[in-house]
Each structure stands twice: as structure tokens, then as C-alpha cells.
């Protein structure tokens, strides 16, 4: 998928068409289709749990800790879940990586009615405040010129109808963010972000109780950036392997919300 995304996908027809439902196009490539189901079929199974009909909010609110975690992780600052409770509680012990994790996961709340209206609105805040600590201020929520057009192809894949499951767009919406160079620091927090986002706003996992941030980081950060780089080429094999990398992560992050629901059981 390099370049812009005027002439995305790359798996368009063989006469350069680009199909009227490009995000719903990458839903067929091989494999794509049973990973989304064991996806779905994993969050389903996680928001079966009794312990979410009296503390949804409780293992929301740790899914998010979690996922900041594991976000931070992703990007390079693995901070051990215990020092970055003491660090939330104004403890010593974390940079201005994990500190933007933690500010991002805060916020995605507020952030899905945005979302849904105004997407790269929210990508820009997402910025903000995943690189408060990063990049100098005028910096901030600004994408690269460089990058102006393919964010904007992106903006207007997400305000468009499509057949896609919310795990294809979620897919679609981390890599693209990650790899397409719109912002110097912090691009991958935000894409692990907006990617959360798009689950909840598409209702794969409307009450944010799945941690797939920690899916990605199970199965290994050399194969999380090997994945990505495969989606970055544009291969039409190597965009369908990135989707199901995405839904295995999605898979093993309702695991990790299955063990926040039976912690919270056991009161520990």
C-alpha cells in the first residue's frame, strides 16, 4: 500500500478499478474471513462473562491500564504492570513514552463520539497527547505535509459505508497510522489507539473490555513489526496476514479481559 490511498487497495481488479467498497474488498482476501470469526467469537465469549453485569466499568478501566502497558510496550518502553499502577498513583519509574500511553488511554472515553464524526479529529487529540512529551508543542496533533494526502484518503475511508467487519477496519486503521509516516513520534501509540476505537465505535467490543494491545505484545514485538512491515509493502498476502496478525492479537486480548473478569471474581 505504498503511496497515497487514491488507488487503494492494491488488490483492486485487474483493470485498476478501485472497488466502490474498498475496506469491504480487503474482508475477502484468504484467511481474512475465519480470523475475523474467531475474533468475534473471542469478544463475544469475553462479554458473556457474569462478572461484567456489575463491573463493566471496573475491567474497562483495567483494560485500558493494560493496553497503555502493552502500548508503551509495543513502542519501546516496557514498564512492569505493578510500576505503572505507582506511577498512575504519582510514583517515580516511567518516560514520556508510557506517560503518553497512559494520557491516550485515559481519553478514548471521550473520544468515540469524535470518532464516529470527525475521525482524524480524533487522530490529531490522540497526538497530542500520546506526544505531549515528545515532540515540541507546534508539533503536536500535525501531521507531516508529506503524509497530508494519505491521512486524508484515510479520513474519508472511515466516514463512507462499508461491508467491512470492525476488525478489518480496525486492522486498516492501526497499520496505516503506524506506517504512514504522519507523525515523528508516537505514531504507534496512536494507531494502537485508534484501532481501540474503531472495536468499540463499530461494536466489536462496545464496552472497551478486550485488551488487544496485550495480544500484540504475546505474540512478540519482531513479529508485531514484521506484520506491519508486510501491510507497509502492500502485497496483497502480506495485507491479509497483517489482518489476521490483528485478529490473533484481538483473540488473545479477550483472553487477557477473561483474566481481568475472574481477578475481579476473586477480589484480587
Known amino acids: 500500500m505504498a503511496g497515497d490511498l487514491s488507488s487503494w487497495p492494491v488488490t483492486a481488479a485487474p483493470d485498476d478499478r478501485r472497488p466502490t467498497d474498498a475496506l469491504g474488498h480487503l474482508a475477502g482476501l484468504p484467511g481474512v474471513a475465519d480470523a475475523v470469526e474467531r475474533a468475534r467469537t ?16 471496573r475491567v474497562s478501566s483495567e483494560s485500558a ?10 513502542a519501546g518502553s516496557d514498564l512492569p504492570l505493578d510500576a505503572l499502577r505507582r506511577s498512575v498513583g504519582g510514583g517515580d519509574g516511567s518516560d514520556g513514552v508510557v506517560r503518553g500511553a497512559l ?16 475521525p482524524l479529529q480524533a487522530v490529531a487529540r490522540l497526538h497530542t497527547l500520546a506526544a505531549a512529551d515528545l515532540v515540541p508543542d507546534d508539533e ?9 494526502k494519505r491521512l486524508s484518503g484515510l479520513g474519508d475511508l472511515l466516514t463512507v459505508p462499508t461491508s467491512a467487519p470492525a476488525l478489518v477496519v480496525a486492522a486498516v486503521v492501526h497499520a496505516e497510522l503506524a506506517t504512514m509516516g504522519a507523525f515523528a513520534a508516537g505514531a504507534g501509540v496512536v494507531g494502537r489507539a ?28 519482531d513479529v508485531y513489526e514484521a506484520a506491519l512491515a508486510g ?11 497483517w489482518v ?16 481481568i473478569c475472574e481477578s475481579l471474581q476473586r477480589g484480587t
Not at 45 to 56: A, F
Not at 103 to 118: H, M, N, Y
Open 42 to 57: 473471542a469478544v463475544d465469549g469475553l462479554r458473556g462473562h457474569r462478572v461484567l453485569r456489575r463491573s463493566s466499568e
Open 65 to 74: 491500564l493494560r493496553g497503555a502497558r502493552a502500548s508503551a510496550a509495543l
Open 103 to 118: 494520557r491516550v488511554a485515559a481519553e478514548i472515553g471521550l473520544l468515540q463520539g469524535t470518532w464516529s464524526r470527525a
Open 140 to 148: 503536536l496533533g500535525r501531521p507531516a505535509p508529506a503524509a497530508a
Open 194 to 221: 485508534a484501532a481501540r476505537l474503531a472495536l468499540i465505535g463499530r461494536g466489536l467490543d462496545p464496552t472497551a473490555v478486550s485488551v488487544p494491545e496485550v495480544g500484540h505484545v504475546e505474540l512478540g514485538r
Open 231 to 241: 501491510y507497509r509493502d502492500g502485497d496483497p498476502a502480506d495485507v491479509a496476514r
Open 244 to 259: 489476521v496478525h490483528c485478529a490473533d492479537a484481538v483473540v488473545l486480548g479477550a483472553r487477557e479481559g477473561v483474566a
